[in-house]
């Protein structure tokens, strides 16, 4: 059974740093498009950033450009989302999220494997 599990997340003061990770349990990571999303409560699961399956396309929200960058390392099964400059807006609970095309972008729909999500809170 395939699984994502989140880690990395925590509590982080305003223009602090944190690195998530996404580890895999898929024989052929590589395979996989990856993205991470988050949400809070009473809103919407918001798209935060994405990867091909190879890492050479990625695609930002306009709120994490500049801030977050999305990797890969497919040796590890592993996708990563360093996230500098945060801001209390950024606090969300962030998922990881995997689907067979080569690149899924924002499109949540897409995703057919999701994480269970880690905590991310930025105090001001």
């Known amino acids: 059974q395939v699984q994502l599990v989140e880690s990395g997340g925590g509590l982080v003061q305003a223009g602090g740093s944190l690195r998530l990770s996404c580890a895999a349990s898929?024989?052929?990571?590589?395979?996989?498009?990856m993205g991470w999303f988050r949400q809070t409560p009473g809103k919407e699961r918001e798209f935060v950033a994405a990867?091909?399956?190879?890492?050479?396309?990625?695609g930002y929200a306009d709120s994490v450009k500049g801030r977050f960058t999305i990797s890969r390392d497919n040796a590890k099964n592993t996708v990563y989302l360093q996230m500098s400059s945060l801001k209390p807006e950024d606090t969300a609970v962030y998922y990881c999220a995997a689907d067979r095309n080569i690149y899924s972008g924002n499109r949540a729909l897409e995703y057919d494997l999701w994480g269970q999500g880690t905590q991310v809170t930025v105090s001001s």
């Open positions: 990867i091909s399956r190879a890492g050479g396309t990625t």
């Open positions: 898929v024989r052929t990571f590589s395979s996989y498009a």
